[in-house]
Antibody, heavy 121, light 107 residues
Framework: EVQILESGGGLAQIGGSLRLSCAAS????????MNWVRQAPGKELEWVSG????????FYADSVKGRFTISRDNSNNRLNLQMNTLRAEDTATYYC??????????????WGQGTLVTVSS | DIQMTQSPSSLSASVGDRVIITCQAS??????LNWYQQKPGRAPKLLIY???NLETGVPSRFSGSGSGTDFTFTISSLQPEDIATYYC?????????FGGGTKVESK
């Protein structure tokens, strides 16, 4: 059974940093792209970042480019999101989602339950 | 970025009703379109991929169609457990983008 569990959310200050992590199991982690998708309270889904199965190609939404860094550890089945220079508009639930194939340009077939990030002064 | 416009933004329907949601892309995206269901406080769930393919385990009352820029999602006979928000999502071009969502409520 595929399991995805996010951690690392919490309260951060504007301009501060936070590191999210996602532990995956039940599938061959190194074979699939992984993504971060966020949802501000009461708002729609927003894709934040994705990374290819091998980890060599990260991709970002313009809203986070230069501030967020996605990485993966295929030895330990973990996905990370380093979030720097946080803004109030980064407040959201962050979901870790598995891609169907090795490229992020695919459907996201399994999702974690999300971790809440609140950015405030 | 490709903009995804969903309509309506909300609707009310009765059990047994046919529900239709549309999604329009700002550029041609072939069939690279998925549909997700999200219930309050829960993660999204993939229902339809590649515009018309039913994800394993998803009831057959859900269906999708379309290609190019115009897509349709249908629930043939609404069930109580289908009360949720539905999102379309394109993956033709990065960044991946989602529609604004359609909230399906019980009449």
């Amino acid at each position: 059974e595929v399991q995805i569990l996010e951690s690392g959310g919490g309260l951060a200050q504007i301009g501060g940093s936070l590191r999210l992590s996602c532990a995956a199991s039940g599938f061959v982690f190194r074979s699939y792209a992984m993504n971060w998708v966020r949802q501000a309270p009461g708002k729609e889904l927003e894709w934040v970042s994705g990374i290819t199965s091998g980890g060599g190609r990260p991709f970002y939404a313009d809203s986070v480019k230069g501030r967020f860094t996605i990485s993966r550890d295929n030895s330990n089945n973990r996905l990370n999101l380093q979030m720097n220079t946080l803004r109030a508009e980064d407040t959201a639930t962050y979901y870790c989602a598995k891609g169907r194939y090795g490229d992020p340009k695919s459907e996201m077939d399994h999702w974690g339950q999300g971790t809440l990030v609140t950015v405030s002064s | 970025d490709i903009q995804m416009t969903q309509s309506p933004s909300s609707l009310s329907a009765s059990v047994g009703d046919r529900v239709i949601i549309t999604c329009q892309a700002s550029q041609v995206i072939s069939i690279f379109l998925n549909w997700y269901q999200q219930k309050p406080g829960r993660a999204p769930k993939l229902l339809i991929y590649g515009a018309s393919n039913l994800e394993t385990g998803v009831p057959s009352r859900f269906s999708g169609s379309g290609s190019g820029t115009d897509f349709t999602f249908t629930i043939s006979s609404l069930q109580p457990e289908d009360i949720a928000t539905y999102y379309c999502q394109q993956y033709n071009t990065l960044p991946i983008t989602f529609g604004g969502g359609t909230k399906v409520e019980s009449k």
